[in-house]
């Protein structure tokens, strides 16, 4: 996931002199080894590695220092930079990717008022118009980037306030004198998109004149929902004319804005749509072609994570085909920021919050395409994980069923799907209260069900609490009560008396001993070993011997059953 987390090296030539880049790799690994070379080979006095990660809330990289190794700094008088170049010096620089997000988020209250995105604003006379007669919005968006600008280069602010002033009065007036010249054309959804995409693209500056046209329809919308449609509309019908794949960069451009801006998400899925149902959409548009190879294995996945409606399926349906890259790393982005957010997916359904989570944990690392994507995944799930082992929810989780067996099989469920060693750690130990609670011992020794049932229950426990991946201690803990209890029912049916008494041949009284002792028919545990111990007393049994003799298949049978129960090699 190119820009959302990479790692930058910088060293210092001399303990004196300032931090300079030296590369940027997307490998933890690599980008310290490589910044150790520089300092192992003395091509620097010291070294720094920085961890950067993109912020869907600044839009902006946060910094973290992962390493940093050599020479202590030595600081000296800062100086300032005389001459420093400007980031955008023509209007043009204001339609580049880095120039919308810093915009984007300068005018954000301004853009939220007008219900526009930032393309529609770099597009649209009328709101050109409206920004320029706003003198206080386009003042402070503009302090807002010269005063940073300023503390970094040292320049005056009142210098920098009016190149950026001249900037954008030239930026505005550009737009707004197009309008009136009717460079922008217009595009009818009734009529040949196509045909209309690739006059447009006649003009010199085809995507800036194709942009006003879609800004036009755009325009007339506030909704995000609304703005969508015609993009939908014109994407399906130019994307199977690689002529025009210029047209759908241009189209990709307002997508990924209206996914990124704040409750526009909420406009695009529809008012109707739970968070839940919304991140499956998500999830479809980020990987849908591993929904549906796992679909094919697992048809749980497919319920979790149905189609999304018909305006999303068909971006989801381009992005499957290889268009839209930025598109899809926007619903990433997306889905992650709910993730680790306090939102609940699904208030009233615990059990399918957790199936929903599972799915879109495997779709997501299945569809992942770098390393760094599933780190990502991976840190989001741990961070939901906090939410799920909370009291609040495993309350709702365990409230309403039938009997303590239910609540156990719930908090199990719990158990095999959080991640992360402390949410793991928690989990344990709400399943180990829930094991030492009289009311589960109370119901597992209740006479009414049969004593074989309620001792392979036990066992079918003990595997499943093996399969969880709960720390050696706490699965070591569950194994032990869940063995304790066995032994408890085994007791009170006289079970190892009966198997003794009531088997019809050596043999059948031998294969009984190892159903228990192997954990088949009965917890490992106290029960298992009383098992064991009789099982050898057996062995010298003169009728066992001799019925073994007779009937060496039945031996070769019960062998694998004694080497797993350890009692031969």
Not at 67 to 72: H, I, K, N, Q
Not at 388 to 407: D, M
Not at 470 to 491: F, K, M, P, V, W
Request: charged fraction near 25%; hydrophobic fraction near 45%.
């Amino acid at each position: 996931m190119a820009g959302q987390i990479h790692y930058e090296i910088f060293s210092r030539k001399t303990p004196q002199s300032g931090w300079v880049l030296q590369n940027a790799l997307e490998d933890r690994d690599a980008a310290i080894a490589q910044a150790r070379e520089l300092l192992n080979a003395r091509r620097a006095a010291a070294i720094k590695v920085t961890k950067e990660v993109f912020s869907d809330d600044t839009g902006e990289f946060r910094t973290y220092t992962v390493l940093t190794e050599g020479l202590p700094e030595t600081r000296s008088k800062p100086k300032v930079a005389s001459s420093a170049e400007p980031v955008c010096t023509s209007p043009q620089d204001l339609y580049s990717r880095h120039a919308r997000e810093t915009i984007a988020r300068v005018l954000e209250d301004w853009l939220r008022r007008q219900g526009a995105t930032v393309f529609e604003l770099l597009h649209s006379p009328v709101l050109c118009e409206r920004l320029d007669v706003s003198t206080n919005d386009l003042t402070h968006a503009i302090q807002k980037v010269a005063i940073p600008e300023s503390e970094e280069t040292g320049a005056s602010i009142h210098e920098i306030m009016r190149r950026w002033t001249n900037l954008t009065d030239r930026a505005l007036n550009r737009v707004i004198g197009d309008g009136r010249k009717k460079v922008f054309g217009d595009i009818d959804l009734s009529g040949d998109i196509a045909a209309q995409v690739a006059r447009i693209g006649q003009s010199p500056e085809r995507g800036y004149a194709f942009g006003g046209a879609v800004a036009k329809l755009m325009v007339a919308d506030r909704s995000a929902g609304r703005k969508l449609m015609p993009l939908t509309r014109i994407a399906a019908a130019i994307v199977s004319k690689p002529e025009l794949k210029w047209a759908l960069d241009v189209i990709e451009m307002p997508l990924v804005e209206l996914f990124a801006r704040k409750g526009g998400l909420a406009e695009i899925l529809g008012s109707d749509i739970t968070l839940g149902q919304g991140l499956a959409f998500l999830t479809h548009m980020v990987s849908g072609e591993a929904i549906e190879r796992l679909s094919q294995v697992d048809t749980g996945i497919g319920r979790a994570l149905p189609p999304p409606p018909a305006h999303l399926e068909e971006f989801a349906r381009l992005i499957r085909d290889g268009h839209f890259r930025d598109l899809r790393l926007q619903a990433f982005r997306n889905v992650l920021g709910e993730l680790r957010g306090v939102k609940r997916l699904m208030p009233d359904n615990p059990v399918g919050e957790i199936d929903l989570l599972r799915a879109m944990a495997l779709a997501l690392t299945a569809g992942s395409q770098q390393q760094v994507e599933r780190e990502d995944i991976s840190d989001a799930f741990i961070e939901r994980s906090k939410m799920l082992v909370s009291s609040a929810f495993v309350e709702g989780l365990t409230r309403g069923a039938p009997h303590c067996l239910e609540e156990i099989e719930r908090l199990l469920w719990l158990c095999e799907n959080v991640v992360g060693a402390a949410n793991k750690k928690q989990a344990a130990r709400w399943l180990l209260s829930a094991l030492t609670a009289h009311r589960f011992e109370t119901d597992l020794r209740d006479p009414k069900r049969p004593a074989a049932q309620r001792l392979q229950l036990l066992a079918l426990l003990q595997r499943r609490i093996s399969k969880a991946a709960l720390g050696e201690s706490d699965t070591e803990a569950a194994h032990t009560r869940l063995g304790q209890i066995g032994a408890q029912i085994a007791g009170d049916v006289q079970l190892l008396p009966q198997i003794l008494k009531g088997s019809k041949s050596p043999l059948q009284r031998m294969a009984a001993l190892l159903g228990l002792a192997t954990g088949q028919s009965g917890p490992l545990g106290a029960l298992s070993e009383l098992a064991k111990a009789e099982i050898m007393k057996q062995l010298r049994a003169p009728d066992v011997r001799a019925s073994l003799m007779e009937d060496p298949a039945a031996l070769v049978r019960l062998k694998p059953l004694l080497v797993q129960a350890g009692l031969a090699a």
